[in-house]
């Protein structure tokens, strides 16, 4: 049973472009959270989705990040004109449902916006 | 706010038990209490979590007060391979697990 698959494993971006991070949960999950986690800082909440929902964005930054996870394929984690402070590893978590499941992490995305 | 207070860092040598505490006090009756870890570089791994009894499982056991105030999650014998943040958190709702700053333990051969 795989685990959770996010990629691209490092993605590097000039300032302006945009990012994509993708994230496969586990087999059977259908609960899907970003966690940003900058350096030399400890993780900090960004989105929870479900199939077709978002069920918690409070962690998200109000302007050029979006997060998705259609009905088919993975969760998309999308930052518009990337700025140099969005340099971060970015990880992905499922789970099969919520309330006293444990979560569990991928082994995330390093972007580097150059 | 992580709601948790943990030692910024611990050490311990090869081979002996390591307890790692964690204070609670504001946790309400529904809260389960997790504990992660994350190794240098790598996503955080779950570790092992509780409501109220003792647990144990493979990787480490889990002590909680009678009270529920606090807990200790209890490496029994420290590897090289423990070197890691330890993350104990609270959560009414796994599905929002808000993380603390952890403790950085080191172990030493």
């Known amino acids: 049973n795989a685990g959770v698959m996010q990629n691209p494993r490092h993605l590097v971006r000039r300032r302006g472009q945009e990012a994509r991070l993708r994230c496969s949960p586990m087999k059977g999950h259908s609960h899907v959270y970003w966690y940003r986690q900058l350096p030399e800082e400890g993780l900090k909440f960004m989105v929870y989705l479900q199939k077709e929902n978002i069920i918690d964005e409070s962690g998200m930054p109000k302007e050029r990040f979006s997060a998705e996870f259609p009905k088919e394929g993975p969760s998309i984690l999308r930052i518009q004109q990337v700025v140099r402070g969005d340099s971060a590893a970015y990880f992905c978590a499922s789970s099969p449902q919520n309330s006293g499941n444990t979560i569990y992490f991928g082994e995330g995305s390093w972007l580097t916006v150059v | 706010d992580a709601k948790t207070t943990q030692p910024n860092s611990m050490e311990s040598n090869e081979e002996e038990p390591v307890h790692l505490p964690c204070n609670h006090s504001?946790?309400?009756?529904?809260?389960?209490i997790h504990w992660y870890r994350q190794l240098p570089s790598q996503g955080p791994e779950y570790v092992i979590h509780g409501l109220t009894s003792n647990v144990n499982n493979r990787m480490a056991s889990l002590a909680i007060a009678e009270d529920r105030k606090s807990s200790t999650l209890i490496l029994h014998r420290a590897t090289l391979r423990d070197a890691a943040v330890y993350y104990c958190?609270?959560?009414?709702?796994?599905?929002?697990?808000?993380f603390g700053t952890g403790t950085r333990l080191q172990v030493f051969p």
């Open positions: 504001t946790i309400s009756g529904t809260d389960y």
């Open positions: 958190i609270r959560g009414l709702h796994t599905d929002k697990l808000i």
